[in-house]
């Protein structure tokens, strides 16, 4: 039987990449599309990929019973996630995210309410696979590099900073190091700064930049340094495609499980 996908946040750039995606694919059937955008109008259309029959709608809870929706895939803004995954647990849905900017808190809210519903959330600050390997490898290469700053660069409509691929990417590293008897949050930096922020912000020792400009999709560099020698890890998403396998990986796996898995990694290694 095929997987019934509604997209939340269907008529958003990330939003219509999963509707072509979920049409795209043998195995799933995109069945109800959710945004206050666009409403009233084919998701099919808005995405690029001619009629299909699924109207763009702004009640989420409708949607999903209506539809009969089997899992909802989420890619909206961070205000509005916490209350749509909310609304499709206690609906009976299953969920994946997207969607950047959950605090830890609301990560553990998700994992309880899945738990408590019996039903699977996967939820990856980054999708493509690529970054997640960055992400893995950047915590292998920490084990051996105390001192490191993170570059993120994203299109100048991203509305959360850092994004959820930094900070996860400095959680990583944070836990490799905490072997380690020296780290960059150890090192006293004697430095100030004429221009507040110019360092970035500072995560517990781990400054991380973020860039906003036309252009750019979402890439990342981690640069590690050592007395004499630097090590830079980069991926670049050049376009929204590069995060469908993952989504979709998630979709086929979310129905196999119950409570919460936090990031691709978990589905690839
Ligand atoms: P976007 O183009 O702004 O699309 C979001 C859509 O959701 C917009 O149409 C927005 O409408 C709608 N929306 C937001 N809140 C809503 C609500 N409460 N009810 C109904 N519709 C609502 O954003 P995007 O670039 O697609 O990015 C979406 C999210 O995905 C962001 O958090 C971004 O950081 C994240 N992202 C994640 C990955 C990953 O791999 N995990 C990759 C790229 C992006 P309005 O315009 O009216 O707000």
Request: glycine share 10%; proline share 3%.
């Amino acid at each position: 039987m095929a997987i019934k996908v509604v997209v939340s946040g269907a008529a958003g750039k990330m939003g219509q990449e999963v509707v072509k995606a979920v049409h795209q694919a043998s195995d799933m059937v995109l069945v109800g599309a959710f945004d206050r955008q666009r409403t009233g109008e084919d998701a099919g259309t808005v995405a690029g990929v001619g009629f299909i029959g699924v109207e763009i709608q702004d009640d989420l809870t409708e949607v999903l019973t209506n539809s009969k929706a089997h899992i909802m895939v989420d890619f909206t803004e961070p205000g509005s996630v916490l209350e749509n995954v909310f609304t499709a647990l206690h609906l009976g849905v299953r969920v994946v995210v997207g969607t950047t900017g959950l605090s830890q808190v609301e990560l553990e809210e998700i994992e309880t309410l899945s738990l408590e519903k019996d039903l699977g959330a996967v939820v990856a600050p980054n999708f493509a696979i690529g970054a997640v390997l960055m992400m893995y490898l950047a915590q292998q290469a920490a084990s051996w590099f105390p001192h490191v700053e993170i570059i993120e660069l994203h299109h100048e409509r991203k509305k959360d900073a850092p994004s959820g691929t930094a900070l996860k990417t400095a959680e990583m590293i944070k836990e490799a190091w905490s072997d380690l008897e020296t780290a960059s949050a150890d090192i006293p930096m004697d430095e100030w700064e004429s221009l507040p922020g110019a360092r970035g912000g500072n995560l517990e020792g781990i400054h991380i930049h973020s860039v906003r400009l036309p252009g750019f999709v979402a890439h990342q560099e981690v640069i590690f340094g050592l007395a004499g020698q630097t090590l830079t890890l980069r991926h670049d998403s050049i376009n929204r495609e590069s995060f469908m396998p993952g989504v979709l990986m998630a979709i086929r796996e979310v129905v196999q499980i119950t409570g919460l898995i936090y990031g691709l990694e978990h589905l690839l290694f």
